[in-house]
């Protein structure tokens, strides 16, 4: 799904972001990237999403060399506040994106308020972005990226902005959608809507997910495989499977023999230089 | 009297003063609050006036009936000659029959169809010329340069060449607001521009949004309030040209026309007060207009207390 080969860039004033970024994921694959603060990690994700020319390396997503901004791709920022639009709704600030999808206004607004209902926030579709909670806003934009179904999501610190209970609830929230969004908010129950979704990516289970944190326990507690960048520049320190049982839970999976050995060898490698 | 509503931790840490004078604690305790740097605290009662919009309302209709008794007085007093100060009543009452005067009401829609046209025309280039120089990088410095090269030129100078080159009066007065209009719009648009954020632009790109598309759906919404503002200063400055022509450049009707004529045979104070009164509700009536346009399509603004 997504291809990194001798991914380079130096910014203009200098400063070596990264340097010779190797990094294969498969479809389907969530892919969490740590490393210390300043190694690139935002930088790397810029690239993937087109949003930044890298000074050198190639990045081919599905096949396709991306050059400018890939199809088929949402990116979550930290930044909620910025990243939402105030002048819209919260329904609306969802359904914006689906114009890309080619869908007609009442289906954007179906898919929409389905998104919102798989974050828990089909109550609030009516408000705007700055009515709501810090964490309620990061949910609206994760519902955002959602209900577009892309075949690649970018996370850029998506939980780094709220308080701890409520990274919890969202971290919770992104293995639930990834686990059961192919039958929940996923094909089919509203009918009519059901044959244009070829328009876009059938989302849940099949979206590849790339998530920068700079959060160790989070690394391993969501994703399928955690990559170890170096300090600056960045490069590809290790690569390491996540091989715990499939429904986790923020109590238990935690206190796993796996999870602990997992997360002390995370731990490690971030601090190693 | 005031003062136990907020008497939280601030005393205990208040100079001798407050102590040794406890009548005078809540003032004190007020005036230390703002010289820490805080927000300025009016008395509780003010606050309790401010805070509700009725409130708001009684306050400003005490201030403008005062004004007026003021006014009434001193014409009335004989302190002033009766010509120089027509009395506050006298003034609202032909202001109250110029309302139903045919011939005055031509003359106030002349000039408002010509103040909304040349407004009407300047937001039409001006925004879409924002947008262009806004988008393009580097030339919205250098055309904000222009913009504030050209801006300081006041519009009331260009009237001559304006009656030279437009000949007739209507053209002459619309193509004057518009110059003038033009300025703020533009100005504040290209502002509006450089404050939309980098993060919301790069969202809609990475939803695989064009350059139009992230034009039109992120920096136009974004810049809309700053738009607004402009749009608001325009009208203000474009009511004073329009009028300003009027006085000028002549013409079959209008405010400015209608002015004039008040100064024949001895001239009529009364009528020129009324008239330039109408004139100051003009302004009034765009304010509030855009004010509530502002609020309704910016509602966060509103929310914020920064109305645009």
Redesign the interface.
């Known amino acids: 799904m997504l291809d990194i080969t001798g991914l380079s860039h130096r910014y203009e004033d200098g400063h070596q972001a990264v340097e010779g970024v190797e990094l294969h994921v498969d479809r389907g694959e969530l892919v969490s990237i740590v490393g210390p603060s300043g190694c690139g990690k935002s930088t790397l994700l810029r690239c993937v999403?087109?949003?930044q020319r890298p000074s050198a390396g190639r990045i081919s997503v599905a096949g396709r060399a991306v050059d400018g901004?890939p199809?088929d791709?949402?990116?979550v920022?930290q930044?909620y506040t910025?990243?939402l639009?105030?002048?819209?709704t919260v329904r609306d600030n969802v359904a914006?994106?689906l114009r890309?999808r080619g869908l007609a206004r009442a289906e954007r607004r179906a898919r929409a308020l389905d998104a919102l209902a798989q974050v828990g926030l089909d109550a609030t579709a009516g408000k705007?972005p700055?009515?709501l909670s810090g964490g309620m806003q990061q949910r609206v934009a994760i519902a955002r990226a959602l209900a577009?179904r892309p075949a690649l999501l970018?996370m850029d610190e998506p939980f780094g902005s709220v308080d701890a209970q409520t990274r919890e609830d969202l971290e919770d929230l992104l293995l639930a959608v990834r686990g059961g969004a192919g039958h929940q908010g996923g094909a089919g129950h509203r009918g009519g809507a059901g044959h244009r979704r070829g328009a876009g990516h059938q989302g849940g289970a099949g979206t590849t997910i790339l998530l920068v944190t700079h959060d160790i326990d989070e690394s391993v507690y969501v994703a399928d495989r955690v990559v170890v960048l170096t300090g600056a520049p960045g490069r590809v320190h290790s690569d390491l499977p996540v091989d715990l049982p499939a429904p986790r839970d923020q109590i238990g999976t935690r206190a796993l023999p796996a999870f602990v050995r997992l997360r002390t060898e995370v731990g490690r490698a971030v601090r190693r230089p | 009297m005031n003062q136990p509503a907020r008497s939280g931790p601030g005393p205990g840490r208040q100079g001798p003063g407050a102590r040794t004078r406890p009548a005078r604690a809540g003032r004190t305790a007020g005036r230390t609050g703002s010289l820490a740097g805080r927000a300025r605290r009016p008395t509780a009662r003010a606050r309790g006036l401010t805070r509700h919009a009725w409130g708001r309302s009684l306050l400003g209709a005490a201030g403008i009936a005062g004004t007026l008794l003021l006014v009434e007085l001193l014409a009335r007093g004989g302190l002033f000659d009766e010509q120089a100060l027509p009395p506050a009543t006298s003034v609202l009452a032909r202001a109250a029959e110029m309302a139903v005067d045919d011939g005055f009401l031509g003359d106030l829609w002349i000039t408002v169809s010509a103040w909304l046209g040349g407004l009407a025309l300047a937001v039409a280039l001006a925004v879409p010329a924002g947008l262009l120089l806004g988008s393009l990088p580097r030339l919205d410095t250098a055309s904000l340069a222009v913009v504030e090269l050209l801006r300081p030129v006041p519009s009331v100078a260009l009237i001559p060449l304006a009656i030279l080159v437009f000949v007739e009066p209507g053209r002459v007065e619309r193509s004057l607001v518009c110059y003038a209009a033009l300025w703020p719009v533009l100005l504040h648009t290209l502002y509006g521009l450089r404050d939309v954020d980098p993060v919301a632009k790069e969202t809609l790109r990475s939803f695989g949004f064009g350059p139009l598309g992230v034009v039109w759906r992120v920096s136009l919404p974004s810049a809309g309030p700053h738009v607004v503002t402009g749009v608001r200063i325009a009208a203000s400055v474009g009511l004073v040209v329009a009028v300003s022509a009027e006085l000028r450049a002549g013409g079959d009707g209008g405010l400015g026309v209608y002015l004039l004529a008040t100064q024949s045979g001895g001239g009529r104070p009364d009528l020129m007060v009324a008239g330039a009164c109408w004139a100051g509700a003009l302004g009034v009536a765009a304010n509030a207009v855009l004010v509530g346009a502002g609020r309704r399509l910016f509602p966060r603004r509103a929310a914020a207390g920064a109305g645009p």
Do not use: I, K
């Not at chain 1, 639009?85 to 819209?88: S, T």
């Open positions: 999403a087109g949003l901004v199809d791709l949402a990116v920022f930044d910025r990243s639009f105030p002048w819209l914006l994106p890309r705007h700055w009515q577009y970018l």
